[in-house]
């Protein structure tokens, strides 16, 4: 499974859609793709196109968003306690989580925000 962070969704679905041709692979490759709850918030509190929600809805509907609960907040909890300035990476951080309880990769274009972190696999296409 690869969990989809914001950096990426925002590059496959918005402005240019670079990380579109990548995104297209990899669903007709047949991979699970999912997207968290946090990462929905963020990608909707932004300023959306119509026509970039309903992309999104149709690849990712917001019924489907993996949900952040006790056990994504005990691990964020940890990376961040493990970190010596964790302060203003929360959201990075239970996004990271939400992968780590799900033994997921985690596909980012920020890949120095998550490359420290213990027990998260970052997805690298190709």
Not at 62 to 72: S, V, Y
Not at 93 to 109: F, G, K, Q, S, Y
């Amino acid at each position: 499974m690869i969990l989809l962070d914001t950096s990426f969704l925002v590059d496959a679905l918005s402005g240019p859609r670079r990380s579109a041709p990548p995104l297209r692979r990899e669903i007709e490759r047949g991979e699970r793709i999912a997207l968290p709850s946090l990462v929905l918030y963020e990608w909707l509190r932004g300023p959306r196109l119509r026509e970039e929600l309903e992309a999104q809805e149709a690849l990712f509907p917001r019924a489907t968003a993996l949900p952040f609960g006790a056990d994504e907040a005990a691990i964020a909890a940890g990376l961040h306690a493990g970190l010596a300035r964790g302060r203003g990476r929360e959201i990075d951080l239970a996004i990271a989580a939400c992968a780590i309880a799900r033994d997921a990769a985690l596909w980012t274009l920020d890949v120095d925000d998550f490359a420290a972190l213990p027990d998260l696999r970052l997805f690298t296409p190709g």
